[in-house]
């Protein structure tokens, strides 16, 4: 058991490191260079030069990225140039937005597909069926930028549910509780978009789970044993059915980490993936090299916690 | 007599196996949302291509004009018109047909990349099977969104071709992995190995006699990957990284949304966009779905 978290652990390390190596250049190779929101006509060209010395832009690119590298270890990953902050600071703050987000989408996710799964599994061919695979068809087939779209057309513009932008309205302090209730009034909204567009996987997982368990043996045992039908169903078959469905967990991660950037540009919500557009279009690297180490690290991160979870909960699939 | 008919009908389906055409097409038979999603879908693409070979004039299309700026829906405009007084329903037949001659590219070069080394790795196994699995497995776990939507700000003359590459680079890994894994199992058939006891050259075995075993799951994966490219690039023009703006896309038409004001007033300008894409995609994954029924015995309804 052990053994296995640990290799796959050390298959993440030069996983990374060549993720480092293109981001760094692909960074470097990006037009325009940092300062140039901060350059008017008049700024003196000695300035410019001075600037970039200081930089270290002009230092060979290997030495950037070995120097960029080893502040990364120490959790400084420079000055965003935009913001005139700490990357580190500011991806924090962003970081606690998503998280919320994502923690209320997961939640919602796994209210939504659960029990949709269990009932068309359970009542397989009926009509209720039917209408849940379909259903799981269609938020399968629908981009997420329609939906979040539509969404924030209806409910935030039209019916006026949900606010429309933000992620807190100014007027509350921090710390109260109308405070934290305004908060998660604002991440409803996109939490609900993104966990019904993540609902297939999981509910077409679980139905054909459900379905293939009732032609096991254990069941027809405990059925022959003269335990009612409703009794199978909650202590056997679905105690089995439902612990692989933890596995989905890392998978779903690494899921709502790409859907942050259509989400959160959709509904103005201030987190990460709202951040790496922004940083994209002014062409702050510091910060897009960051959230891209850390996007491809919590990715890895999100696929090692699927399989840990997976060689707990079924042994045979455990890494020899 | 209808009944009777039928059984003679079925009659001869047993004298000769089906073929894959009658496969299909009782399956689509059977599946009248997916006939009814084909039928769509031919239409329109049909109707979008004929439409912009013979009728519209592009450079009219372009022309901005500013008396009708958001001009709302009515006689001059089907669908009214967005900011630059262009008309919306013109726009979203030209950007519909870009938005599926992109998809169309990206998926036929995904697929003959994909399913070329997802032959080689599943056939020859070894090192090479194991340097292309290590290589798929680290574009898997990548955040593919990110890197695409960097890669396309970094390249310094930035046409639509580059940007058909730049997203077949990240996407082939999907059907090479799926081909490698039936390529593998097929491998192992008895008449791969009686063929090659026969002497046969390795690359006859596999485009031969491989290749045409497994083109049922390759045409449904392709199908499939239509409709997810059509996604990703209209999501990435949304975002303001897919096409230039120049040239009109369906999701740059949706694009106009990011302004709240568009978003709430002048919804005739972004709102038909996003239901078109949805549609389609709807249509795409329909058909899919009922050719991964046909091509799986097991799954067939007819």
Known sequence: MWKTIVRRFLIMIPQLFVLSLIIFILAKNMPGDPFTGLITPQTDPARIVELTEKAGLNDPWYVQYMRWVGNAFQGDFGLSYTYKRDVADLIGERALNTFWLSLLSVLLL???????????????????????????????????????????????YKLEWFPTSGSVDVQYDPGTFSYFWNKIYHIVLPSITYAILGTTGIIQYLRSEIIDAKAMDYVRTARSK??????VYSKHIF?????????????????????????????????????????????????????????????????????????????????? | ???????????????????????????????????????????????????????????????????????????????????????????????????????????????????????????????IDNLFMRIIDFF????????I???????PKYTVGAFILIMSLFLWTGTARLVRSKALSESRRDYVLASKTLG?????????????????????????????????ETGLSYLGFGLPQSTPSLGTLVASANNPLVLQQYWWSWLPAAL?????????????QALRRAADSRQRLG
């Open chain 1, 110 to 156: 796994y209210l939504i597909a659960i029990p949709l799964g269990i009932l068309a599994g359970r009542y397989q061919n009926s009509r209720l069926d039917k209408t849940i695979v379909m259903y799981s068809f269609v938020t399968y087939a629908i981009p997420t930028f329609v939906l979040g779209l539509i969404f924030l057309f209806l409910f935030g």
């Open chain 1, 226 to 231: 003269g335990i009612p039908m409703r009794k």
């Open chain 2, 149 to 155: 939507i960097v890669f396309i700000t970094v390249v």
């Open chain 2, 200 to 232: 046969t050259n390795d690359f006859i075995i596999i485009i031969r006699e491989i290749l045409p075993n497994l083109s049922s799951i390759i045409i449904v994966e392709m199908t499939l990957n239509f409709a997810g490219n059509v996604g990703i």
């Open chain 2, 1 to 127: 007599m209808a009944r009777k008919n039928k059984n003679t009908g079925n009659n001869n389906y047993v004298n000769s196996p089906p073929t894959g055409l009658q496969v299909i097409f009782r399956e689509f038979m059977k599946d009248k949302l997916a006939m009814f999603s084909l039928l769509l879908l031919v239409i329109v693409i049909v109707g979008i291509f004929v439409w912009t070979w013979l009728g519209i004039d592009q450079q009219q299309l372009l022309r901005v004009s500013l008396r009708d700026k958001f001009a709302e829906p009515g006689e001059k405009f089907w669908l009214g018109a967005d900011q630059g007084g262009k008309d919306i329903v013109g726009q979203m037949i030209v950007g519909a047909r870009n938005s599926m001659l992109i998809a169309i590219a990206i998926t036929l070069i995904t697929g003959v990349f994909g399913v070329a080394v997802g032959l080689i790795c599943g056939y020859f196994g070894g090192w």
């Open chain 1, 239 to 320: 105690r089995n059915s439902l612990l692989p469905i933890a596995a989905f967990l890392g998978f779903t991660i690494t899921g709502l980490l790409g859907g942050s950037i259509f989400i959160e540009t959709i509904f103005g919500y201030p987190g990460m993936g709202e951040l790496f557009v922004s940083s994209i279009l002014s062409r702050d690297y510091s910060v897009i090299t960051a959230l891209v180490m850390l996007f491809g690290f919590l990715a890895l991160l999100g696929s090692l916690l699927s399989d840990i979870i997976m060689s707990i909960v079924d042994p045979r699939i455990r890494i020899e």
């Open chain 2, 140 to 147: 898997i776990t990548i955040p593919q969104l990110m890197l």
């Open chain 2, 276 to 288: 078109f894409i949805l549609f389609m995609m709807l249509g795409i994954n329909y058909v899919g």
